[in-house]
């Protein structure tokens, strides 16, 4: 154990100005066996600063502003951090620099290696839960609609419940398949199969590409994406490694889309669970705006079980091929449904909901309501009730005061 290394500075909007993401650097000697990190400010200030890890082989983590501290060791690591081999050499503390006072704020940072160090117990998994029946949509020959959240976070970022904690809530909720995006980390991928597996549901691979100017999701397996790159590249880095992308919550406060984009990403969460006062029609006019040939999806954003947040509000359908079961053929189904653009999106799982089933659209649950389409508009009168779609995208079900039931994607 050699002496701790400490970086101090004040760092002032100026500053965040030339420099938004300031690496601090620490060496690892051969053979090191643990390396802990802690970050000192004062909260008091109005400050929120970012904490995460580059090591000399690539990045090892980010816990934005969740925690003032972590541990990575070969054997295990604080959540949101990458265990494994540390390699000797040159690695960061990286700092994001995500509100500054006017008046600045002094920050201190100290590195430790290869010291005795403690991480949490792990706790124990909750048992698997009773999942409610199927609801049996109507589906072309071949298919099935699975019941999907795409957005949803655990103690690796800013969650409060483990893996298995969030998949066994989500199987009580009557999901089939739950996207894990915790974020600007990938840590949480390398638990979702097991834990998948063990409780009978399909959780997909995904990273919350986030920065004040927007947030993303990357869906499938596909590695970590670097959200300090400009977004146009997490475009493209996403789909050359075979992934899918999808702008997140673009109205959502201050966590609005705002980056510039040259090329659009296939997917849009259109339906966030900021989305209370569904006769405001600001996502749909953002939809319809942005173009509605990006595949609609909806997320919860889920984050712990005690802010009103449910799990599976929205619920994203997404038609899968009916001979995947088991959570481990799901993954690759859901991902191959999202990238056809066979979605619908309704309120909640039990919710009126518009299906496009062999070029029809069907409306289920909801006599008496309106599908707006581009070109015309349907009045629904039966419980379900099947129709040519007036137009080619963005078909929106609305009740009688304008409020938006459900959103319908178009398969291509």
Request: charged residues 20%; aromatic residues 6%; hydrophobic residues 40%.
């Amino acid at each position: 154990m050699g002496a701790p290394t400490i970086h101090r500075g004040f760092w002032t909007r100026d500053l965040r100005a030339d420099k938004h993401w300031p690496l601090l650097p620490f060496d690892v000697p051969a053979g090191c066996r643990s390396i802990a990190v802690e970050l000192e400010f004062d909260p008091a200030s109005g400050a929120v600063i970012d904490l995460g890890c580059e090591g000399a082989g690539g990045w090892r983590g980010w816990s934005g502003g969740a925690r003032r501290d972590y541990v990575i060791t070969p054997e295990a690591a604080t959540p949101g951090y990458v265990h494994g081999d540390l390699e000797a050499g040159e690695w960061h503390v990286v700092l994001g620099l995500h509100r500054i006072p006017p008046t600045g704020v002094e920050v201190t940072v100290t590195i430790r290696t290869d010291v005795d160090v403690e991480l949490p117990q792990a706790r124990p998994n909750p048992p698997v839960p009773a999942k409610p029946r199927p609801r049996g949509l109507p589906s072309a020959a071949g298919m099935r609609w699975v019941a999907t959240d795409l957005h949803a976070h655990t103690l690796h970022s800013d969650g409060t419940l483990t893996v298995a904690e969030l998949a066994a809530e989500a199987v009580a909720a009557g999901l089939d398949a739950l996207a894990v995006t915790d974020h600007n980390t990938v840590s949480h991928h390398a638990e979702l199969a097991e834990v998948g597996r063990r409780y009978g549901i399909a959780l997909i691979p995904g990273q919350e590409v986030t920065t004040e100017f927007g947030h993303a999701n990357a869906f499938g397996d596909i590695g970590w994406v670097d959200f300090r790159e400009p977004a146009a590249n997490w475009v493209k880095t996403v789909r050359e490694r075979g992934g899918l992308l999808s702008v997140n919550h673009p109205l959502s406060g201050d966590c609005a889309w705002r980056h510039p984009l040259p090329e659009h990403p296939p997917l849009a969460e259109v339906w966030h669970s900021s989305w209370q006062a569904r006769e405001w029609g600001g996502p749909v006019a953002w939809w319809q705006a942005w173009g509605t040939t990006a595949t609609p999806i909806g997320g919860s954003d889920w984050h712990r079980p005690d802010v009103g947040v449910r799990l599976g509000a929205p619920t994203t359908w997404v038609a899968v091929d009916a001979h995947a079961r088991n959570a481990e053929e799901l993954v690759p189904a859901v991902l191959e449904g999202l990238r056809a653009g066979r979605t619908a999106v309704s309120a909640d799982r039990t919710g009126p909901v518009l299906l496009p089933v062999d070029g029809k659209i069907i409306a289920l649950d909801a006599p008496g309501t309106l599908v707006v389409g581009p070109e015309a508009t349907h009045k629904v009168r039966f419980d379900r009730d099947a129709f040519d779609p007036p137009g080619r995208h963005g078909h929106v079900l609305c009740a009688h005061d304008g409020s938006v039931l459900a959103l319908a994607g178009t398969p291509h």
